[in-house]
């Protein structure tokens, strides 16, 4: 490399630093920083806005732990795979688990694991819900199955939630005479809430006449706006053992995930923004 080429690369070097710093300068000058007012967990904070370099305490969360109940797999309608369910509980009337890990172990005749589950959810205050793993892969009917729930994290909902105020009415079940499929589960979903959803989760547990569940099925909708009515239809492809005696419906949307709703008409809570 000659003199001149390397005297234009320092030149060049000198003006990058330049540069650089200029930039730098400028971006910390006119930067939001972060504060103990800003919604946001930052800087050392123990949780949004408290603890660390905040004066503010952060409010002490002592959560009873959730519960497990009653659990079970169904023929699924396709050969070879089956459907879980898990009951899970909320003891708590303030707290909620926007998130929760649950892991699900199936074992055959001599103890040896079949094959295992993990997944995430969450549960509002107060509530019980069925955790439902769809077309899970086995060769044959597991002899027990381990079903635990970890790792909750806790929020407290104060006085602005409100549970979303959705419910179905005329529902219906029928075995399919003519066309594709055995059997269909339809119904209407009614949204009286103040929003409009995203997505709105069905899950549908079918019980005979001695109340022990023999099917199951799930569905999403899509940006359901408030005051709608939609229409759902669910569909077994193949025949399930057992009479159906009563069909049952859980709706779930998330209102811990801000991404849950298509439009919001409130400031986001702190529950929603961790």
């Known amino acids: 490399m000659d003199k001149n080429n390397q005297k234009r690369m320092i030149i060049g070097l000198i003006y990058a630093v330049f540069f650089l710093a200029v930039s730098w300068f400028f971006y910390s000058l006119f930067r939001t920083k972060p504060t103990c007012f800003d919604g946001t967990k930052n800087q050392n904070e123990e949780d949004v806005d408290c603890g660390g370099v905040c004066l503010k305490k952060c409010k002490k969360i002592q959560a009873q732990d959730l519960t497990t109940g009653d659990l079970g797999v ?69 002899a027990k199955i381990q079903f635990s729930v970890t790792d909750s994290a806790w929020v407290e909902l104060d006085d602005l939630y409100e549970k979303p105020d959705l419910k179905i009415i005329n529902k219906t079940y029928n075995e399919i005479s003519s066309g594709v499929g055995f059997s269909e589960a339809k119904g209407l979903l009614q949204n009286r809430s103040p929003f409009d ?33 939609r229409d759902y239809r669910a569909f077994w492809l193949g025949r399930f053992p057992g009479e159906v005696a009563n069909v049952e419906n859980q709706i779930e949307v998330n209102v811990f995930d801000s991404e849950s709703f298509a439009k919001r008409y409130f400031k986001s809570e702190k529950f929603q923004q961790n």
């Open 197 to 229: 959803f995203a997505i709105i989760k069905i899950k549908i547990i079918v019980r005979d006449s001695a109340n022990k569940i023999i099917a199951l099925n799930a569905t999403e909708m899509r940006t359901v706006k408030s005051l709608e009515d």
């Open 74 to 142: 169904v023929e699924s309608s396709i050969a070879g795979e089956y459907d879980f369910y898990g009951a899970v509980a909320n003891p708590n009337n303030v707290y909620g688990s926007k998130n929760f890990i649950y892991k699900i172990i199936f074992l055959d005749e001599t103890g040896s694991v079949m094959t295992e589950k993990q997944g995430s959810s969450f549960i509002l205050p107060g509530d019980k819900k069925y955790i439902i793993e769809n077309n899970i892969k086995l060769t044959k009917m597991p």
